[in-house]
């Protein structure tokens, strides 16, 4: 492994500048603020390798599907993230030569994402010629101000010669996506000013919304402001100053950004550009940066994890939760988790399963419950394009989205869109999981109660029944495990099915009369839904005593991981995608994704069978993969694996570990690190009502602690060699099981 940022605490930092990697630096310095965000490209031009990005949350363009054969029920367009005006640009010149970190010489270079202010810095001395001058960009999205972003470039002359400083700062709408189909532009500017932007995205043939988005720019210099270049897509404000031998100069650029999903029309994005622009002028950088940085204390304070004796898995940690916060802390209730967050174009910034399964565990447990009540609502919301995925498959009920902006399928590749149907299942699993949590059934007996019911009727008419063998099946699926398209009977769906139809039923009786009379289902219907619950296949093993992942699995080429040639990992880039199927290898845990979710259910003898058996198939090529096998192994006393694991999902984009960071963050395993920790090394589970921990303490490790949000109170855990230690922070007095054993928490300050 080639570590490219140092080891610190709160820092990711790096004094060394590869042009090599350059993708990767930028995407492990991607900053957010929840509403907008950027991978950590330069403010100036650079002529080497880059992928320069800025996205605004909500804001996607419906790109027209690509594909070679066409088949019915393909989705039309696939969703995309799209690259947004590029506001922060701002290009240097120095004595009448361009800035260009690919060609300009220069010394004591230092990138440094400060992780605890949610800063990012980058600093150099520029030698070309005669010259000494150190450069230090700073930059941040404000966490204060959704729509503000914040810049300050400053120059000091360490020569005995003057310099002269030219700048040039835009707001630049020639901007485009590496992943767009046509290569086409996404915006069509309305209008230019002096120091504003008006752009929407193109017209499009699916009838899905436009959208319109502002930005106006301010300054405060002690650089003289020249003239204004307004062109047909940017307008370009000029500044310059001969800067004296030792002096400094400092340039400070102000954006506000502002979009149609708050304000419609033209005319009132201008307004709103105009208040908010305003409303900052009469703040200096810091007055800024200490509302900015106050608000990142906050949220460190509620939620840091500290672990001493080992300062990567510490930085990891910090990494994880500093980005997924970026991207998501719940402020707007339309927006969601992509994948990539703000950090790259992939995934198209879309929601998939990864928020059920793997972001709602964490909101869980460090927000107040009504962040996942919006992320169980916005599933609720686009219920209506739910029907539609279904009905373009010829089933009934909801067929949620595989990859999503507005309830519809935004994803063109067949075996994922018709056939990733697990995720059904874990969007009813994540209903049950915060109920379990919280406590809360309002959510389930109303909205969630319709959720179910339209995902039952889904599976119902998507089984099929098998005469021969008197059972339900599903055939053509993938499940979780992508290295295997259309099989019959994966474990991990029938199971997902089976469980769903259950707990609806389960729900159904409780329910108002009023909401049963809406739902509408039938004492037929409900004594289908029984009869596969009771005589649903799920494929097992006996001599192994194992659940099979999926029909004809064990029949294949069953070596393990470990006999496959290093140089050959990851397989997804070195192998054909024809051979990666015939393969026994799993991306990521599919019937352990069962075992994570359900842990409760099982007996210690299955999840260890099972667990020995698949984890060795098992090549984590998924970023989700490593955290629910951490907790697997935590759970089977396995404490180097769960530690391996921990490593693995908190440090890997850090690391690199899949080799696939270059083009963004993987930020929905951003909750690995959480995950591993608190479901894994301190066991924590929420059963009947009951909060329970066993915890473990790493042998690298000598101390760690968290902070955990359950039913209105904050809980501080402590583990060290000492044992556990628990703390109410907040809260009314509450029974919590440690190691078997309860105890009472009371706040005792
Ligand atoms: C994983 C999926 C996941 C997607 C987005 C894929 O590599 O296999 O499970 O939903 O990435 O994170």
Redesign the pocket.
Known sequence: MKRIFDITPWHVVTTEFKPENKRLQESMTSLGNGYMGMRGFFEEDYSGDSLPGIYLGGVWYPDKTRVGWWKNGYPEYFGKVINAVNFIKINVQLNGKSLDLAKTRFTDFKLDLDMQRGVLTRSFVVTEDDLRVAVTFERFLSAAQKELSVQKVTFKNLADAPVKIALASALDANVKNEDANYDEKFWEVHQVSADSLIAETMPNNFGTPRFTSGMQVSYVTDLTAGTVDQQAAATTAHFERDLAAGATATFEKRVVVVTSRDYDGDAALITAMARLTNQTASQSYADLLAAHTQVWADRWRQSDIRIEGDTAAQQGMRFNLFELFSTYYGDDPRLNIG?KGFTGEK?GGAT???TEAFAVPVYLGITKPEVTRNLLMYRYKQLDGAYVNAQQQGLKGALFPMVTFNGIECHNEWEITFEEIHRNGDIAFAIYNYTRYTGDKSYVLHEGSKVLTEISRFWADRVHFSKRNGQYMIHGVTG?D?YENNVDNNFNTNYLARWSLAYTLEVLKEVSPEQAQQLGVSDAEKAHWQDIIGRMYLPYDKDLDIFVQHDGYLDKDLEPVAAIPADQLPINQHWSWDHILRSPYI??GDVLQIMYDFIDRFTPEQLKHNFDFYEPMTVHE???SAAIHAVLAADLKYEDKAVEFYNRTARLDLDNYNNDTDDGL?I?SMTGGWIAMVQGFAGMRVKDDTLSYKPFLPKQWTKYSFRQVFRGRVIEVTVDAQGTHLELIDGAPLDVVVNGQTQTLARTK
């Open positions: 994948p995934y998939y399963w990864d979780p992508e991306k990521q998924s970023s989700l993987h929905t």
